[in-house]
């Protein structure tokens, strides 16, 4: 802990403030370190400053992770620089088609192709996103794809509260993308790549080849998928929010928890080695079991960190020496830090540390506060204890990233864990039969009934009203408040100490007063163009009620997805939508086409030629004209009839006309707002 925690800190503040701390941390640990040497020297400062070193070690190791996370991304081309190349020739490494619109394609650009056909060797990281065309051939895993290059960085859409995607892609390693239309992409060859990732990936692929060739039911192909495999790619928005509801997110996550049961299991297996004297044997073989699991699994990153950790574990065994599981866990934590310190950033590392973090420091005390004197009584409290433990320690990251609370969890592991091991090996003994060509239907039908009733018994909890609580919204400042006390809290607990416990509530204390003076009341007042593609919609919130005015036939969901976050942090829901071409008044929204009238602003949508017939002896004052696509002509023309204080031109507009009408506007000195460009149009209002 006294190395890895340093470490982390300094990847975390090299990541906020870029730089700011690396070299005072390392003029910092370097002189603390000659003065601990110095002290040395002489027996009477020796003990006084023996902190000196424990001093220094901190600032080196915090120097060392913002070190490390500088240096650890590949040189990559700048978007000036990829404009000299005409075309990319990329490697696909995985194919994400889940997504009913487009293909996406995680790949790596082998090459780039100048006007000339010079080819420049490369190896960048890029997400393509392919338009579906029934009439082209699916791309798979090592094809190689060639395309015109219009590779852009990946940036995040400019709406309120909008997630960050930008940096999660970027700390998986990608920063470029480009959307490919149909008929403007074609596959030219294939690779063989001999890396150990890539057999591990066909190992997996098999795999899946053959659940689906199974006699399963299609609900349970996508999970066994996830379950054995680590596959989550199948499952459904519905499945994902029904395990997510019911506290069983982490059981279709290959984690910890299945490295777990696999060692349990295998240690089981192996425990007459045990009894021989063979522990070393044993500790062996269950170490080449767990890292061949990892490579059925396509050598994931969390499962990867359960084995590295079990590693550390099982090594102490076979030099003879005991390990101590607190101490595995933050070597295991290191030593992925090193190896990538990206992974500190991504949320599934976060969930699963944090897991057998909690586990390892709550299970203990959890567990003896009773003693069940039967041996299924311990079973089940002992799987309780491990349960609560390991939701305890998640739960302030999974408010803040899932925005709910599910109430059943407990009830449902109870449920669904210990039948995890049986899961798990039926799973594992039909794939390895089915290779063999000998899959018997009654396992195949007994697995697909367990994991069925699995799934069914899932759905019928997460329908319960009560099953969890939605909508919550937490500020980073306030996921750090609920660290401090969840933590602080259980070091109090295990520790007694009053000194801890009155820092802990002065922490509370200055925290309310601070969060009470900062905090703003949620907007209940405002109407907005949000930066989405495909339509133009516009949002009204009038004192908490949610309306959307379509201004063409296309459905609202890719508003409600862009502004989902906007509206979970003001805790606004119930969205009404309304079409433009009705006449409608709704509290302070008034709707008569081209006009629309909210909180005393006249707006006019530009979306047809109407306009060219009407005239005027005195132009009407319009606050705010929004373009969108239908509109023809010049906002000159537009303003002989109305006064327009300001324009708005729509996300899915075609990109030249917009450019020429920003470029009217600005010689016309009318402020305009790019939504393609400039991010969302919003308008808050204070008072009705």
């Known amino acids: 802990m006294r190395v890895a925690v340093p470490f982390a800190t300094g990847v975390a503040a090299e990541e906020i403030f870029s730089g700011f701390f690396l070299l005072p941390a390392f003029i910092v640990g370097i002189f603390f370190l000659a003065f601990h040497f110095y002290t040395l020297r002489r027996i009477e400062l020796r003990y006084r400053y023996r902190h000196l070193f424990a001093v220094a070690a901190g600032a080196l190791l915090f120097a060392a992770g913002c070190a490390v996370l500088r240096t650890s991304g590949k040189p990559e081309p700048a978007p000036e620089e990829l404009r000299r190349y005409a075309y990319v020739i990329a490697r696909v490494d995985e194919v994400d088609n889940t997504a009913t619109k487009s293909i996406g394609i995680k790949s790596t650009v082998a090459a780039f192709v100048d006007e000339n056909h010079r080819r420049t060797a490369a190896a960048l990281p890029v997400v393509l996103r392919l338009e579906r065309d029934s009439s082209a051939a699916l791309p798979a895993r090592n094809d190689l794809l060639l395309f015109r290059q219009h590779l852009a960085p990946i940036a995040n859409k400019k709406n ?34 001999t890396n150990v990732k890539t057999y591990a990936l066909r190992l997996r692929d098999k795999c899946m080849q053959r659940i689906d060739s ?36 982490h059981v279709l996550a290959v984690s910890g928890l299945h490295t777990g049961v696999i060692w349990a299991v295998f240690g089981l297996l192996f425990a007459p080695l045990a009894w021989l004297r063979m522990k070393r044997v044993r500790a062996a073989l269950i170490l080449l079991f767990l890292w061949g699991y990892a490579f059925l699994t396509g050598l994931s990153p969390s499962t990867v960190r359960a084995c590295v950790m079990a590693t550390i574990i099982l090594a102490g065994n076979l030099v003879g020496r005991k390990a101590t599981p607190m101490n595995s866990l933050f070597v295991a934590f290191f030593v992925m830090l090193l190896y990538n310190p990206h992974y500190l950033f991504q949320a599934a590392f976060q969930l699963s540390f944090l897991s057998v973090f909690t586990i390892l420091l709550v299970y203990p005390p959890l567990y003896s506060c009773l003693s069940p004197k039967r041996e299924i009584l311990r079973f089940l409290w002992s799987c309780v204890a491990v349960s609560a433990a390991a939701q305890l320690g998640t739960l302030p990251l999974v408010l803040y990233s899932f925005h709910e609370l599910p109430l059943l969890g407990l009830l449902t592991n109870l449920i669904v864990v210990p039948l995890l091991p049986v899961l798990l090996v039926m799973g594992f003994l039909w794939l390895a039969l089915s290779a063999a060509g000998a899959a018997p239907a009654l396992l195949t039908r007994c697995l697909d009934g367990m994991t069925g009733g699995m799934e069914r018994l899932t759905r019928e909890i997460s329908a319960l009203d009560f099953a969890s609580i939605q909508h919550i919204w937490i500020e980073p400042h306030e996921l750090i408040f609920l660290f401090v006390v969840l933590f602080g809290g259980i070091a109090w607990l295990l520790t007694r ?7 802990l509530l002065a922490f509370v204390l200055a925290f309310l007063v601070f969060d009470t003076a900062a905090s703003r009341p949620p907007l209940r007042n405002v109407w907005a163009v949000y930066q989405e593609s495909g339509s133009t919609t516009l949002n009204f919130i009038d004192n908490g009620d949610n309306l959307l005015l379509r201004l063409d036939t296309l459905s609202v969901g890719n508003t409600e997805r862009e502004a989902e ?36 602003d006249c707006l006019i949508v530009l979306d047809d030629t109407r306009w060219k017939e009407a005239t005027t002896h005195e132009r009407l004052h319009v606050d705010y004209a929004i373009v969108c696509p239908g509109f023809k002509g010049k906002i000159d023309a537009v303003r002989q009839l109305f006064d327009i204080r300001q324009v708005i031109l729509a996300h899915n507009l075609p990109y030249f006309q917009q450019t020429a009408l920003q470029e009217e506007c600005t010689r016309l000195r009318i402020p305009c707002h790019r939504i393609r460009t400039d991010g969302a149009w919003i308008v808050v209002h204070t008072k009705n």
């Open 497 to 503: 100490r009053t000194r801890l416990l009155i820092g």
């Open 160 to 193: 309120p509260a909008a997630f960050d995607y930008a940096s999660m892609m970027r700390h998986k390693g990608f920063t470029y993308t480009q959307y490919l239309p149909a008929k403007q992409w074609k596959i030219v060859g294939k690779t063989r790549e």
């Open 214 to 249: 199974g006699s399963f039911s299609p609900e349970t192909r996508s999970i066994l998928k996830a379950l054995l495999l680590g596959c989550t790619d199948n499952l459904s928005a519905e499945q994902r929010a029904a395990f997510s509801t019911a506290g069983l997110s």
């Open 565 to 600: 976050r906007f509206w979970l942090k003001n805790g606004i829901d119930n969205v009404t939508g309304l079409s433009f071409g009705d006449t409608l008044v709704r509290g302070n929204l008034r709707v008569k086409a081209p006009f629309i009238e909210f909180q005393n």
